[in-house]
């Protein structure tokens, strides 16, 4: 019964190259979406978020693309750096609750 | 800001013993969660409080797990007995209320190890 899936545990991709990060989710309710980063040994931080009135919302190398009618959403780096290896979370939320949903984590290795 | 500190950063603990995890959210912040984290199923929210009082505590595994929050900066997470299936990195994270954007912080959680 997970409500937010993201089904590719990991991700390799060159330097430079384009990483994009997937995330599926059920239920129709969640009204705000996050990115979060984790590195090895720490918390995770915020990394961009997507009301569910937008379908784009772009940081620097960071964009977050939601598609409401397939319940889908993605994370684009570009360019990808070393620096970006990391296991990356989507989560999700509906209004007020203040409550986060997560995903399982996709953990990105980015190779020089 | 120190930001959200949890305490003990690592434990190892035998079967049955009782474990008591803390944290400390950052000042001023509404709202803490406790998270567990496993390869299997990620980040799963354990329970949440909002002003001191618990929110939802859907998460929370069986009766063995327990959690308080007696004042606006402190709050434990406590397992009794301790399983070894208990096993796995614990983090706190707070929010303040009024957020646009969910944003919350986490702490630097608290790998148990149960043998």
């Known amino acids: 019964d997970q409500q937010v899936k993201q089904n590719s545990p990991s991700l390799s991709v060159q330097e430079g190259r384009i990483s994009i990060l997937n995330c599926d989710y059920t239920?129709?309710?969640?009204?705000?979406f996050l990115w979060y980063k984790k590195y090895p040994a720490e918390g995770p931080t915020f990394l961009i978020s997507?009301?569910?009135?937008?379908d784009k919302n772009e940081d620097g190398r960071f964009t977050v693309f939601l598609n409401k009618s397939a319940k889908h959403l993605s994370l684009h780096i570009v360019p990808s750096q070393p620096g970006d290896s990391a296991v990356y979370f989507c989560?999700?939320?509906?209004?007020?609750?203040?409550?986060?949903?997560f995903g399982q984590g996709t953990t990105l290795q980015v190779k020089p | 800001d120190a930001g959200v500190i949890q305490s003990p950063r690592h434990e190892v603990t035998e079967m049955g013993q009782e474990v008591t995890l803390r944290c400390k959210p950052i000042?001023?912040?509404?709202?803490l969660f406790w998270y567990r984290q496993t390869m299997m199923r990620g980040l799963e929210l354990l329970i949440y409080?909002?002003?001191?009082?618990?929110?939802?505590d859907s998460g929370m595994p069986e009766d063995r797990f327990s959690a308080k929050m007696p004042n606006a900066s402190f709050s434990t997470l406590k397992i009794q007995p301790s399983e070894p299936r208990d096993s796995a990195v614990y983090f706190c994270?707070?929010?303040?209320?009024?957020?646009?954007?969910?944003?919350?912080?986490f702490g630097p959680g608290t790998r148990l190890t149960v043998t």
């Open positions: 994270a707070s929010s303040p209320s009024g957020s646009q954007s969910y944003e919350q912080y």
């Open positions: 239920n129709s309710m969640f009204d705000y």
């Open positions: 997507i009301s569910s009135i937008k």
């Open positions: 989560a999700a939320s509906t209004l007020n609750t203040g409550k986060l949903i």
């Open positions: 000042s001023g912040h509404d709202y």
């Open positions: 409080f909002n002003n001191n009082v618990p929110i939802d």
